[in-house]
């Protein structure tokens, strides 16, 4: 059974830092483009950023785009999001998800399986 479990949530103040890791276990990670997408209440789960099974591709919405940085460690089955500049927009649950593909996705219909979630809350 395939399990992701992400951490490194939390609180910081706007114009902070935080890193989010991504756990991966009972799939072949290194088969698996992953990527993280965010809901904030009220709103529908966005797309975030994604990486290719070997890493050598990556995509970023434009809201996140030259502040988020997506790296894996395929060895540790690890995926991370290195959030800088953070600002109260930012505020959401962060999702882990995988694809069962060397190609990246930017639609959450495109994985296959998901993370629960770590808060990351952003104050003013």
């Known amino acids: 059974q395939a399990q992701l479990v992400e951490s490194g949530g939390g609180l910081v103040q706007s114009g902070g830092s935080l890193r989010l890791s991504c756990e991966a276990s009972?799939?072949?990670?290194?088969?698996?483009?992953m990527g993280w997408f965010r809901q904030a209440p009220g709103k529908e789960r966005e797309f975030v950023a994604a990486i290719s099974r070997g890493g050598y591709n990556t995509a970023y919405a434009d809201s996140v785009k030259g502040r988020f940085t997506i790296s894996r460690d395929n060895a540790k089955n690890t995926v991370f999001l290195q959030m800088y500049s953070l600002k109260p927009g930012d505020t959401a649950v962060y999702y882990c998800?995988?694809?069962?593909?060397?190609?990246?996705?930017?639609?959450?219909?495109?994985?296959?399986?998901w993370g629960q979630g770590t808060q990351v809350t952003v104050s003013t």
């Open positions: 009972g799939l072949t990670f290194s088969s698996y483009a």
């Open positions: 998800a995988a694809r069962n593909s060397p190609l990246i996705a930017m639609r959450y219909r495109d994985f296959n399986y």
